[in-house]
């Protein structure tokens, strides 16, 4: 090999090795970001003079350790159809870091006849930043997380479970 091609393959090599490490570095940050928050609820209901009304009781989790998120509303869906907004029940709650709040409960669900109606709603808590494709909730009549999210949350249970440090 000669001079010139050592050079360049030693360069491009450097090159190749460090967006590598960087992209894995990008990759695992949004690992982390994105199972940081574990959302679960069921609901409460009562009959009050034959109105009904039902509210989710969430329980969320907020996994990071140096992180802390601000939930701005709650998205009642039904088949993919918005059902309702709630807005004020739970709106600036802080979840801080490293904790889990088992007192957040929302309002009770505009439109609702009957539990077999709440069950059938899908609930998703949005952050003031917008995000909310993680946060969909698992609870009774859920329809549950696809593939990558089942696994993804697998993994970093099963990293945390053997005390390895995420953050």
Known sequence: MSFWQTVW???LGGIGAGLFFVSMYLVFQWFLQATDLLVSYN????????????????????????????????????????????????RGFVLEPGTANYTLSGAPVRYLRSLQDALGLEVTIQLQTGRR???????????????LQRALFALRAKLESMLIAME
Do not use: M
């Not at 494709?133 to 593939?147: H, K, M, T």
């Open 9 to 11: 393959s030693n360069v």
């Open 133 to 147: 494709f993680w946060l969909r909730g698992q609870g009774p009549g859920q329809l549950g997380r696809s593939r």
């Open 43 to 90: 609901w409460s209901y009562k009959t009050v003079s034959g109105v009904f009304s039902a509210w989710p009781n969430f329980v969320v989790k907020n996994r990071s350790r140096t992180r802390s998120y601000r939930i701005a509303n709650i998205a009642y869906t039904h088949k993919g159809q918005v059902h309702w907004f709630e807005n004020e029940s739970i």
